[in-house]
């Protein structure tokens, strides 16, 4: 089973940009589909991006397509996440998945620690 550890959140202000990383231990992350959830208060885990275990295929929520882009690299056991266009309502806990199957957002298996975002306006 993998082990995931979230970095790369903060605090900036609308329309600025963060790059959060995912970092798996485990010789099988280049054959698991991944995805980013995130958690903001209140709120239950909604799905922002997964990637193909080959990276060919990538999904956005229609809340992150044109502001976000998600990119692996399975030299480095790596996912990351580029948020750019920040708005306040970005603001939650961003936290790395695998996702089996065809539509990619259903998370099985472990969750790491998660990083926080807080965007202000």
């Known amino acids: 089973q993998l082990q995931l550890v979230e970095s790369g959140g903060g605090s900036v202000q609308a329309g600025g940009s963060l790059k959060l990383s995912c970092v798996a231990s485990?010789?099988?992350?280049?054959?698991?589909?991944m995805a980013w959830f995130r958690r903001a208060p209140g709120k239950e885990h909604e799905f922002v991006a997964a990637?193909?275990?080959?990276?060919?295929?990538?999904k956005y929520s229609d809340s992150a397509r044109g502001r976000f882009a998600i990119s692996r690299d399975n030299t480095a056991n790596t996912m990351t996440l580029q948020m750019n266009s920040l708005r306040p309502d970005d603001t939650a806990v961003y936290y790395c998945?695998?996702?089996?199957?065809?539509?990619?957002?259903?998370?099985?298996?472990?969750w790491g620690q998660g990083t926080q975002v807080i965007v202000s306006s």
């Open positions: 485990g010789r099988t992350f280049s054959t698991y589909n």
């Open positions: 990637i193909s275990w080959a990276g060919s295929t990538k």
């Open positions: 998945v695998p996702v089996p199957g065809a539509s990619m957002q259903n998370p099985h298996g472990s």
